[in-house]
């Protein structure tokens, strides 16, 4: 009886079964990846260590937590952030590319730059939302689906101000053992960070239903909004809108 019913099923068919079991497969670790960037979601309490806020220019954070997409998303809903862009940080210029950065092998995190008012949300602030809602800084050379140095967690800082902000505030955060592993968020000197193309900038505001956004971001957004309700903001800053 099987084997009459296989021989009745074309080629096609067997061909559009094994993509629909490959597209559950590709789902149900995306489900599983957004489930764990939700339950990992937590208020980590403020840097003990931090510059403070104060009128003035503005001022530049570098993070790298997996995909850029994501990171870009999140930092977009922060009040006080003017601007936030994809990018590459890390490595070389003539390696800067996407599909070179992709194999792992130019030294680059995929990376956004966050430009913020100081007078309205401090670095450390920034940090807090970071490792809090943004990524999660217990994962080595990976985040979700995503696995490569290049999808490391790294903080690079741009001045001793930061550094020492940055450093202070992992040790705290070790210290009180509010993750279930230790943090392997490298700390590195900015050499540049060089913007990533254009299709990849404000890519979770202009593509809400592309699957990989609905699985591994949006919770992101979503845990921005309900755990830190007062740094939230509805519409995001877009590079669109602030080239």
Known sequence: MLAATRARISHPTLYAIGAMLVLAGVLAMLWQS???ADEGAVVLPAPAVDNPKAAGDLQTAVLAGGCFWGMQGVFQHVKGV???LSGYSGGEK??????VVSTGTTGHAESV???FDPAQVSYGEILRIYFSVAHDPTELNRQGPDEGTQYRSAIFYGDDAQKRVAEAYIAQLDHAGVFGGPIVTR?????AFYPAEGYHQDFLVLHPDYPYIVFNDLPKVANLKRLFPDEYRDQPVTVAANP
């Open 187 to 191: 700390v590195d000197p900015l050499k």
């Open 82 to 84: 003017t601007q936030v």
């Open 94 to 99: 003539g390696t800067a590319i996407y599909e």
């Open 113 to 115: 730059q966050i430009k």
């Open 34 to 36: 957004a489930s764990r």
